[in-house]
């Protein structure tokens, strides 16, 4: 689920975005002329359908795509339009998607495992130690833009 959240200061600030919701102006072009001007405004965020934070009921149950909800005032007098942008249906992975997820995780296990190995069989010979107080003294340089 894609959605935008747009912050206005009074009634008449909301009844503006709403207005230009309505006559097919994107949520994003309305945050970028926000950001251009200098506000900025809200955001595009994205849900997942498994993470259940407080506009999950609203934006899954409430919503359908293209749907605008105004929240306010609050506390102090501003007001929310929430827009559900777009939602794509969790869907089963074909089977070539799922091969190729499984696979680069049974190798990063692996990897992790060999590492693991590694480790303990180099730790061995040798006393390890800590000093987090000494980082600091590490200067990090880029050779590529250092002169």
Excluded: C, W
Excluded at 11 to 22: A, T
Excluded at 64 to 87: A, C, L, R
Excluded at 112 to 126: I, P, S, V
Excluded at 129 to 143: I, Q
């Amino acid at each position: 689920m894609t959605y935008a959240v747009i912050l206005r200061h009074s009634k008449p600030g909301i009844d503006s975005v709403l207005k230009r919701l309505e006559s097919g102006e994107s949520a994003a072009a309305i945050l970028r002329a926000d950001s251009v001007a200098g506000f900025v405004s809200g955001s595009i965020r994205s849900l997942r359908e498994d993470d259940l934070q407080p506009l999950h009921k609203l934006l899954y149950e409430e919503m359908k795509p293209g749907q605008t909800h105004v929240m306010g005032p609050d506390n102090v007098g501003d007001y929310v339009v929430i827009q559900n942008v777009s939602h794509e249906p969790s869907r089963p992975l074909s089977f070539e998607e799922a091969q190729n997820e499984v696979d680069q995780a049974v190798q990063s296990l692996e990897a992790e495992r060999l590492l693991k190995l590694f480790l303990a069989r180099q730790r061995q010979g040798h006393a390890i130690e800590a000093h987090p107080e000494l980082l600091m003294r590490v200067k990090l340089v880029n050779p590529r833009t250092s002169g």
